[in-house]
T-cell receptor, first 117, second 115 residues
Framework: AQSVAQPEDQVNVAEGNPLTVKCTYSVSGNPYLFWYVQYPNRGLQFLLKYITGDNLVKGSYGFEAEFNKSQTSFHLKKPSALVSDSALYFCAVRDLDRGSTLGRLYFGRGTQLTVWP | GAVVSQHPSRVICKSGTSVKIECRSL??????MFWYRQFPKQSLMLMAT?????????EQGVEKDKFLINHASLTLSTLTVASAHPEDSSFYIC???????????FGPGTRLTVL
């Protein structure tokens, strides 16, 4: 079965500093990994994904994530945080099993990022 | 591209009434749509997966007679909460995916409050 873990409920960082939101995964086979962001009372917005290819994936709003197979990690990063980046971030892995639930996502529990001025 | 809408965004109803939530893919055809439920400060809980033209697949513990899902076209899926009760109050989010595509795109969510 596929699963992801986000070990931190909360990450706090000062504006302008680099940020990292951690995610580790457990899959059978090659992982399809995703990051989504959720603002209050809104749906999830797609940030980036890793399917294959370069381990460093660049996404929306200046975010990037590094796929590390040996550490089974897919941490989200940004070189310089903005106050507007404050939101709830979800890591997810896609189910690759056959069947009618093909393509379902397994989400981590989410990490609340707070960037203070 | 890849825009998913939900309607209504917010609904307040009395206990015992049924509530229908629509999920539409506006600029692509979604062969698969997913319905999630999210409690405050928690992750998304997948309720069911629906493929266009076939019956939805419900996750364990989700009552199919309570949460009725219809995916009649490639751009529309509906979730009907039958005889809603206060414990059904939650944030409901749908997502849609193209056939063979990797990414799910999410709607903005519907806040249901049952009095």
């Amino acid at each position: 079965a596929q699963s992801v873990a986000q070990p931190e409920d909360q990450v706090n960082v000062a504006e302008g500093n680099p940020l990292t939101v951690k995610c580790t995964y457990s899959v059978s086979g090659n992982p399809y990994l995703f990051w989504y962001v959720q603002y209050p009372n809104r749906g999830l917005q797609f940030l980036l994904k890793y399917i294959t290819g370069d381990n460093l994936v660049k996404g929306s709003y200046g975010f990037e994530a590094e796929f590390n197979k040996s550490q089974t990690s897919f941490h989200l990063k940004k070189p310089s945080a903005l106050v507007s980046d404050s939101a709830l971030y979800f890591c997810a892995v896609r189910d690759l099993d056959r069947g009618s639930t093909l393509g379902r996502l397994y989400f981590g529990r989410g990490t609340q990022l707070t960037v203070w001025p | 591209g890849a825009v998913v809408s939900q309607h209504p965004s917010r609904v307040i109803c009395k206990s015992g009434t049924s509530v229908k939530i629509e999920c539409r893919s506006l600029d692509f055809q979604a062969t698969t749509m997913f319905w999630y439920r999210q409690f405050p400060k928690q992750s998304l809980m997948l309720m069911a997966t629906s493929n266009e033209g076939s019956k939805a697949t419900y996750e364990q513990g989700v009552e199919k007679d309570k949460f009725l899902i219809n995916h009649a076209s490639l751009t529309l899926s509906t979730l009907t909460v039958a005889s809603a009760h206060p414990e059904d109050s939650s944030f409901y989010i749908c997502s849609a995916r193209l056939a063979l595509a990797d990414t799910q795109y999410f709607g903005p969510g519907t806040r249901l409050t049952v009095l």
